[in-house]
T-cell receptor
Framework: DVKVTQSSRYLVKRTGEKVFLECVQD?????MFWYRQDPGLGLRLIYF???????EKGDIPEGYSVSREKKERFSLILESASTNQTSMYLC???????????FGSGTQLSVL | AQKITQTQPGMFVQEKEAVTLDCTYD???????LFWYKQPSSGEMIFLIY??????QNATEGRYSLNFQKARKSANLVISASQLGDSAMYFC??????????FGPGTSLSVIP
């Protein structure tokens, strides 16, 4: 089975802090995604990467950046955390087009 | 932004009955994939079923089937013989160009004994 590891299950940060969310895969899959999940809004795509150092903005990239220096690791960065970034963050990956997504267990981030 | 609509925020179904969860989407892509995922209260995301836009037949996986109507841009999930364990959030998703996958807002399904 594909393993998708998100570094923290729960995280509490202060407004203005720089926050790093890490996602690591144990396969060699090309596509990696960051979503945030909020009640009533479903999963919204923040950023997507289809290869090392390659990234595409999703629907809600504002306030976020990403880094993919190695194929197995995709990091989401909140440059200056704000309270409206309190959410569940889900990392996912796929082997390619038309392939199902494998999800991490999520990070519940609270920004106070 | 390309959008996926799930018009039923919450639904109830009697155990052993069938239920249809609606999904419509907008797209101008000539080729795309459609997915359904289940998220129980534990939070894990479980892949249920996939439909390619050029597939000739509607997809089926056990008790799950997809009622795909390409011209209407709809991809409804049908769950037959509902079980208590089917109580969960259900998300419709579509793969856009460049392999991006976007999700709808979800439908909360409750199965009543």
């Amino acid at each position: 089975d594909v393993k998708v590891t998100q570094s923290s299950r729960y995280l509490v940060k202060r407004t203005g802090e720089k926050v790093f969310l890490e996602c690591v895969q144990d396969m060699d899959h090309e596509n990696m995604f960051w979503y945030r999940q909020d009640p009533g809004l479903g999963l919204r795509l923040i950023y997507f990467s289809y290869d090392v150092k390659m990234k595409e903005k999703g629907d809600i990239p504002e306030g976020y950046s990403v880094s993919r220096e190695k194929k197995e690791r995709f990091s989401l960065i909140l440059e200056s955390a704000s309270t409206n970034q309190t959410s569940m963050y889900l990392c996912a990956l796929s082997a390619g087009p038309n392939e199902k997504l494998f999800f991490g267990s999520g990070t519940q981030l609270s920004v106070l | 932004a390309q959008k996926i609509t799930q018009t039923q925020p919450g639904m109830f179904v009697q155990e052993k009955e069938a239920v249809t969860l609606d999904c419509t989407y907008d797209t101008s892509d000539p080729s795309y994939g459609l997915f359904w995922y289940k998220q129980p209260s534990s939070g894990e995301m479980i892949f249920l079923i996939y439909q390619g836009s050029y597939d000739q037949q509607n997809a089926t996986e056990g008790r799950y089937s997809l009622n795909f109507q390409k011209a209407r841009k709809s991809a409804n999930l049908v769950i037959s013989a509902s079980q208590l364990g089917d109580s969960a959030m259900y998300f419709c998703a579509r793969e856009t160009s460049y392999d991006k996958v976007i999700f709808g807002p979800g439908t909360s399904l409750s199965v009543i004994p």
